[in-house]
């Protein structure tokens, strides 16, 4: 690649600096870094915007902050001038991305794929602007290949290429079978990025060699190869394992304030700073600081956490409902208060009642199985006492509440 930066003025460079360390904050890997630097300064030079992608496969439109993690970064770029790509894949939605499957994957209807698409729209306006962004399905070219082209396409690539990656050594080591079809996911996310023409790539570290097809396609099409961008996957509350709904370890943009703010103050202290950096809008600068006076010991640490609960509410939100979430959070789980606003399930029942009961009445835990083990773990309190013999026949009385754990409640209300 040609050598832009020594064709900058000195503020030119300074600029270029200035991105690299926004972009390169909390980043996993960038291949390869030079020529992401070399693309800013052709940007700065040429005042042209560099072409952002971000691709999606919309199989699950519950967004949490592990999906803001790329989401921010796209953000930076967007704040700095460069033109987002926000690719739908509608046609490779259908197929089903094999990342980390021992199995293939359900293949979504076009029903599903819009709605679930519509979702992401919604949800990711809270982090970006989608007025500024460019928006592509890519059905649009890849529904209109002829079979002779796909035969042309798949001839870019060999099958020892493909099979490096490591879901479909794994199912070969066990003898797992691998459809054809999965084969063409990888290929078709590298031809999007030709037909896009795009500069950088943005993806998880899971998305590694999807992202590299990529550059591959582009170089095979004599195009200007794309940089892969990859983000961490960021754990989730329990410190160890991917943020997911299924591991319940997950905090929402779609949650309340109350409770983005509480899940947030159960955050792992190990995990503040790369919080900070993945799902934040501080900068390097301000993170840095925050370190330094954590290691210090100049800021608590619970004071820090106080400070990235709010930060997280007043995004999703607004500082008035992280500030009322931060007073809540102090009344219920600090001085032990039972909340104002507590949701009223109204009894029908008869005049007594066991603990699993009432917890199913208000549906506050899915099963009886689950509310036995919740109880067994000193989970549950009735107006505020622990209860700990699970078939006790509690006396109903109107405005009795139900406990579970630190942030679920209900109050039982009994009609006269």
């Given at each position: 690649?040609?050598?832009?930066?020594?064709?900058?003025?000195?503020?030119?460079?300074?600029?270029?600096?200035?991105?690299?360390?926004?972009?390169?904050?909390?980043?996993?890997?960038?291949?390869?870094?030079?020529?992401?630097?070399?693309?800013?300064?052709?940007?700065?030079?040429?005042?042209?915007?560099l072409k952002i992608k971000l691709g999606l496969d919309?199989?699950?439109p519950d967004v949490h902050l592990g999906h803001t993690v790329v989401l921010?970064?796209?953000?930076?770029?967007?704040?700095?001038?460069?033109?987002?790509?926000?690719?739908?894949g509608d046609f490779t939605g259908k197929i089903g991305d094999p990342t980390e499957k021992s199995v293939a994957r359900k293949q979504l209807t076009d029903e599903e794929v819009k709605r679930n698409a519509k979702t992401y729209f919604e949800q990711f306006g809270k982090v970006m602007d989608m007025s500024k962004v460019d928006l592509y399905y890519n059905s649009k070219w890849l529904s209109k290949l002829n079979f002779e082209e796909v035969i042309g396409l798949a001839g870019k690539i060999t099958v020892a290429r493909l099979l490096e990656r490591d879901d479909f050594e794994e199912r070969i080591a066990l003898g797992k079978p691998i459809s054809l079809h999965e084969f063409?996911?990888?290929?078709?996310?590298?031809?999007?990025?030709?037909?896009?023409?795009?500069?950088?790539?943005?993806?998880?570290?899971?998305?590694?060699?999807?992202?590299?097809?990529?550059r591959h396609f582009q170089e095979k099409f004599g195009k200007e190869k794309q940089v892969a961008?990859?983000?961490p996957l960021l754990e989730g509350l329990d410190g160890v394992e991917k943020m997911s709904k299924s591991k319940n370890n997950y905090i929402g943009i779609d949650e309340t304030p109350e409770e983005m703010y509480g899940k947030a103050m159960s955050?792992?202290?190990?995990?503040?700073?790369?919080?900070?950096?993945?799902?934040?809008?501080?900068?390097?600068?301000e993170i840095?600081?925050?370190?330094?006076?954590?290691?210090?010991?100049?800021?608590?640490?619970?004071?820090?956490?106080?400070?990235?609960?709010?930060?997280?509410?007043?995004?999703?939100?607004?500082?008035?409902?992280?500030k009322k979430a931060g007073q809540h959070f102090a009344s219920v789980f600090q001085q032990g208060a039972i909340p104002i606003n507590v949701a009223e399930i109204e009894w029908k029942g008869g005049e007594t009642a066991s603990p699993i009961d009432l917890i199913m009445h208000a549906n506050l835990l899915g099963s009886?199985?689950?509310?036995?083990?919740?109880?067994?773990?000193?989970?549950?309190?009735i107006n505020g006492e622990k209860v700990v013999h699970k078939d006790e026949q509690l006396v109903i009385s109107d405005g009795l509440v139900i406990q579970i754990g630190k942030r679920k409640f209900a109050k039982i209300r009994v009609k006269a």
């Open positions: 690649m040609e050598n832009f930066i020594e064709k900058l003025t000195r503020e030119q460079k300074e600029e270029v600096k200035r991105q690299m360390k926004l972009y390169t904050q909390g980043v996993q890997e960038i291949i390869p870094a030079e020529e992401l630097e070399q693309k800013l300064a052709k940007s700065i030079l040429n005042n042209e915007p919309p199989s699950a921010n970064k796209m953000r930076q770029f967007q704040e700095n001038g460069h033109k987002i790509q926000l690719l739908i063409f996911y990888p290929v078709m996310q590298g031809y999007d990025s030709v037909m896009l023409e795009c500069d950088i790539e943005l993806g998880g570290t899971d998305q590694h060699f999807n992202i590299l097809m990529g961008l990859l983000m955050i792992r202290d190990e995990q503040m700073i790369k919080y900070f950096e993945l799902v934040t809008k501080f900068t390097p600068e840095a600081k925050i370190k330094v006076d954590l290691e210090t010991g100049e800021l608590h640490p619970k004071k820090a956490k106080m400070l990235l609960a709010k930060t997280i509410v007043s995004m999703y939100h607004d500082e008035e409902a992280a009886k199985s689950e509310a036995r083990r919740m109880i067994d773990n000193n989970g549950v309190k």
